[in-house]
């Protein structure tokens, strides 16, 4: 089955680069594996008895991160997250994690881990290290082990046990909530990374054969059913160097509502729309890392991840609203890249008691701003 991420490789530099970076980044290896009992469940993650070892493992990766050199790969796949602002990131949720928003540090850990691993397996073996390493620890809950597999670009593994979840429903008591994100996660999978929309379908049937599931995600289910079956014989639009207006065009277009500001779930040719669209933008990026349309394809990103951000639980709309303003300060686009970066931000930081941001992540938008203020 084509896998996504092998659009992502770049011929040529695979194999020096893996002799630069594997041993720190079997360590950084290492410390996800130390966090896995507690990036898959917030309540672990939030529990003041796990806080030190938490807190241990940030600062190990933080360490590593500036010792990998990531940029020589960015500048060759072109969407990637830059080394710099991986780095500030993992700081970034070093600091609130330790100043006592967890939420808030455990959903940007996540989004973090996320861009780690689709970088890190393009490299030879590198599966087969995660698949070894995890052998001897597989979690309890098999919700909780499915997403540290879909987490490490696990996917055959992380998709069975999905299917093994929805299919054995009510018997294994899983909560409803485990469910659809199960089903969101297939979704999520053969869409955007399979490009596999006969295989969705297929995989759709399999989940509403079973009638004991909740009557909202039977419901949900045959939607998709429905909007999958209608394009499943589409073809993703593909777009060369020399077609910038053209993709321009099309992106514009299928994020139309993202960009008037409605970020409604409730349609699923809605969600499967956003997801097509981030999938042709990635394939962009890798064939043209040089594109003067990256910016604008970083801002798209972020819009078009907003629609499916709860279900994918690695969406990084910020890091390429941050990843816009940092790289590209002079380019219009900059300015409304951190008009919605700051919204997320204060929507992160804004709770019951108001809005309390961190004087750090302040003092993070105070530099954006003047950078973008002095071009």
């Known amino acids: 089955m084509k896998r996504f991420l092998l659009l992502l490789m770049v011929l040529g530099f695979v194999a020096s680069t893996r002799a630069e970076v594997k041993a720190v980044m079997d360590q950084l290896l290492e410390q996800v594996f130390v966090l896995k009992p507690f990036i898959t469940s917030e309540r672990s993650f939030s529990d003041p008895a796990n806080s030190a070892e938490i807190s241990g493992a940030l600062t190990k990766m933080v360490a590593l991160s500036k010792e990998v050199n990531?940029?020589?790969?960015?500048?060759?796949?072109?969407?990637?997250?830059?080394?710099?602002?991986?780095?500030?990131?993992?700081?970034?949720?070093?600091?609130?994690?330790?100043?006592g928003n967890k939420g808030y540090a455990f959903d940007n850990l996540r989004s973090t881990l996320g861009v780690c691993m689709s970088c890190h397996t393009q490299l030879p073996a590198v599966s087969t290290k995660f698949t070894t390493m995890n052998q001897t620890q597989a979690l309890a809950n098999d919700f909780e082990e499915a997403e540290f597999l879909y987490l490490i670009r696990n996917f055959d593994d992380a998709l069975k046990r999905y299917a093994e979840l929805i299919a054995g429903y009510p018997l294994n008591k899983a909560e409803i909530g485990d469910l659809e994100k199960a089903v969101y996660r297939q979704i999520f999978y053969y869409v955007r990374v399979a490009r596999d929309l006969q295989g969705l379908s297929v995989v759709l049937q399999r989940d509403s054969a079973n009638q004991n599931l909740p009557e909202?995600?039977?419901?949900?289910?045959?939607?998709?059913?429905?909007?999958?079956?209608?394009?499943?014989?589409?073809?993703?639009?593909?777009?060369?160097?020399?077609?910038?207006?053209?993709?321009r065009k099309y992106a514009e277009t299928a994020l139309n509502e993202e960009l008037g500001g409605d970020f409604s779930l409730d349609s699923p040719q809605n969600v499967i729309a956003a997801l097509t669209v981030s999938s042709v933008?990635?394939?962009?990026?890798?064939?043209?890392?040089?594109?003067?349309?990256?910016?604008?394809?970083?801002?798209?990103?972020?819009?078009?991840?907003?629609?499916?951000?709860?279900?994918?639980?690695?969406?990084?709309?910020?890091?390429?609203?941050?990843?816009?303003?940092?790289?590209?300060?002079?380019?219009?686009v900059a300015k409304k890249c951190f008009v919605e970066y700051e919204k997320f931000i204060t929507v992160g930081f804004t709770g019951s008691s108001g809005t309390h941001i961190p004087a750090d992540i302040v003092q993070e938008l105070t530099m954006m701003q003047n950078l973008i203020k002095a071009n």
């Open 70 to 99: 990531h940029e020589a790969r960015i500048n060759k796949t072109g969407f990637q997250v830059a080394g710099n602002v991986l780095t500030e990131q993992l700081e970034e949720v070093e600091n609130i994690f330790n100043k």
């Open 216 to 247: 909202h995600l039977q419901k949900q289910i045959k939607g998709f059913i429905a909007a999958v079956n209608e394009i499943k014989d589409d073809k993703y639009p593909h777009f060369t160097d020399a077609e910038s207006d053209a993709l």
């Open 281 to 332: 933008l990635y394939e962009y990026l890798s064939a043209y890392p040089e594109t003067p349309l990256k910016p604008d394809i970083l801002y798209w990103l972020s819009y078009g991840e907003r629609r499916y951000h709860y279900q994918s639980m690695h969406s990084l709309p910020d890091l390429y609203l941050k990843q816009c303003v940092l790289e590209y300060p002079k380019n219009p």
